[in-house]
């Protein structure tokens, strides 16, 4: 079949949908310049909302508490998520679409629902736990999404490579990490990207679990809405918003490379 250009009518209907999606993200990043403590009015350009915003100490401790607890989930979902991916497509299994099955089954159940849950969940645990409670739900999160990653990696990838490095005399777990993990790389990189990029971003499972001591930036800044609408939410909007897309550029980059693999 033959490609043209698109109709107008077609490209007006692409354009004018990128347009609403990205035109509020675009005001949110303008008015994070706004000299003016008002976001309705332009005042001119200034760089005072993300000087006070380096400067208040309750922000940079949720900013710690959301890379400890992103780092920490991404590494748990990935090692998971690789461990899970490979012993799914590598050994037989019966029944093996009903545990795949439950492996995807998180990515379709709504996040309130698992968020709600992960609150009683934890009701049963010592109140002191901590970050360790959000670690533990966003690894949740985020492992279907990472195993989803690594498993199409997988798939791709021929078992005659091990089948002939164990004919060489190599084990099945030298095997292992001589050939199929550096084959599996930049999948495990962008799908640990990636853990990181969603867990920075959540909100559902961060407030129904955190507390006082382990408040995250989406639940901050959705406190700063309730009572203050403050323009250092949008610089920290922001700030957040570019740091997960350059996370998300570099898990696609990677997996760009994986393609040429």
């Known amino acids: 079949m033959k490609r043209g ?14 347009a609403f999606i990205y035109l509020p993200l675009l005001s949110l990043i303008v008015f994070s310049f706004n000299a003016s403590k008002f976001n309705a009015r332009w005042t001119g350009l200034s760089l005072r909302w993300y000087v006070q915003m380096l400067g208040n100490s309750d922000m940079r401790q949720a900013t710690l508490n959301s890379v400890i607890v992103g780092a920490a989930s991404s590494v748990f979902s990935t090692a998971l998520a690789a461990m899970g991916a490979v012993a799914l497509e590598r050994f ?12 995807f089954l998180p990515v379709v159940i709504p996040e309130l629902m698992m968020a709600v849950g992960f609150l009683l969940l934890f009701n049963v645990f010592p109140a002191e ?44 777990a ?11 790389a930049p999948a495990v990189l962008g799908g640990a990207l990636m853990a990181f990029a969603i867990s ?10 955190s507390d006082f001591q382990s408040v995250t930036l989406p639940v901050y800044i959705y406190s700063l809405l309730r ?8 610089a920290l909007s922001t700030a957040l918003f570019v740091a997960s897309m350059l996370l998300v550029a570099l898990a696609f980059l990677l997996q760009g490379k994986e393609a040429h693999v």
Request: charged content about 20%; overall charge positive; aromatic content about 12%.
């Open 5 to 18: 250009k698109p109709t107008g009518a077609l490209a007006l209907a692409s354009l004018a949908t990128l």
């Open 92 to 103: 037989p299994w019966r029944r093996k679409p009903m545990w795949e099955a439950f492996f």
């Open 129 to 172: 736990m901590g970050l360790a409670k959000l670690i533990l739900g966003h690894t949740t999160l985020n492992l279907p999404i990472v195993w989803l990653i690594i498993r199409a990696r997988l798939k791709k990838l021929d078992p005659r490579l091990e089948e002939a490095a164990m004919d060489l005399g190599a084990t099945r």
């Open 174 to 184: 030298m095997a292992f990490y001589k050939i199929t993990l550096p084959l599996l």
């Open 200 to 209: 920075l971003d959540d909100f559902f499972i961060s407030f129904f679990v």
């Open 227 to 234: 009572f203050n609408l403050s323009p250092e939410v949008n």
